[in-house]
């Protein structure tokens, strides 16, 4: 048997036994943890880079299409609340280049890891957690008990919320934005990178009410000061808003407007989780 084997199967029977771990038998199981959590990211990767012509022409490429679902959808909208089409609208067409030599290998790599990493989320975090989750006390693992569904449903909400809502808004006007004289022509690089930061920070975004619950358990937050600090928040947002969308006041209000709902939701759960405390102090 490997010796990594061993290993492996000796810190399984101290966790099921409930022995202490040194600290090389957690150095142990971490490294094995970031291994699988590669190994998945690495393996779906994989797939999606040998699916990625339909991987470039319906996701990828998706928002620069005129029968995108959003654009349907927001002009389907418009018609049914009886303003016809005039909130319909398409992205301008405009050609997509590649300037360096090897660009687009390269850029075929990093969109196929990248979303692997997106979709792969999910068991990543379980793995994370599976090592955090044997030193926490049988309360702390109780209260947290759905954190890796919640987690996982969050984070691909978010990234379907900026792919569907902010990248047709953000490509259209970015797209469309000209100067006297220059033609918008962008490369697929500048392209990739900018539908990577309209879907993955918007991702880490929707954690906002899973850090607050984590906050208010440890005392660091409290539903009267969110309340207190509202109007700095919805600054807070507009700015944050600001940096990861285009200059553009539609997109901004638009990620800005499920950040104040996402913010407001977060006061909720923090006066829960005080509730829940003063319950069980005063019992």
């Known amino acids: 048997m490997p010796l990594d084997q061993v290993d492996v199967d000796n810190i399984e029977e101290k966790q099921e036994e409930g022995k202490e771990m040194s600290f090389l038998d957690h150095l142990e199981e971490l490294r ?4 699988r959590s590669l190994s998945a990211i690495v393996l779906l990767g994989i797939v999606l880079f040998l699916f990625q012509d339909r991987l470039f022409e319906e996701i990828i490429f998706g928002p620069t299409n005129n029968d995108f679902l959003s654009y349907r959808a927001i002009c389907g909208f ?4 009886g303003l016809g089409d005039a909130m319909c609208f398409t992205p301008p067409e405009f050609e997509k280049i590649a ?9 075929s790599i990093k969109v196929s890891f990248v979303m692997g990493f997106m979709l792969a989320f999910p068991y990543v975090f379980w793995e994370a957690w599976s090592f955090i989750k044997p030193g926490l006390y049988a309360k702390e693992r109780n209260a947290a008990r759905g954190i890796v569904f919640v987690c996982s449903f969050l984070f691909l909400m978010g990234v379907l919320f ?3 809502v902010i990248s047709p808004f953000a490509v259209n006007f970015l797209a469309g934005y000209t100067l006297p004289g220059v ?18 920070p918007a991702g880490m975004i929707f954690e906002l009410p899973v850090v607050v619950y984590f906050l208010s358990k440890a005392g660091l937050v409290t ?16 700015a944050l808003a ?9 997109t901004q209000f638009l990620i800005g407007i499920p950040l104040f709902i996402l913010y407001e939701a977060s006061i909720y759960i923090s006066a829960r989780v005080q509730k829940q405390y003063e319950a069980e102090f005063n019992s």
């Open 32 to 35: 094995w943890n970031i291994i």
């Open 99 to 107: 300037i360096g030599f090897g660009e687009t290998f390269i850029m």
């Open 242 to 250: 600001a940096v990861i969308t285009p200059p553009d006041v539609v």
């Open 223 to 238: 539903p009267e000061g969110m309340r207190k600090y509202r109007r700095h928040a919805i600054i807070g947002t507009l």
């Open 78 to 81: 418009s018609n049914f609340v």
């Open 162 to 164: 900026g792919y569907f």
């Open 183 to 200: 033609q918008n022509s962008p490369t697929i690089s500048s392209f990739i990178n900018y539908m990577i930061m309209f879907t993955a």
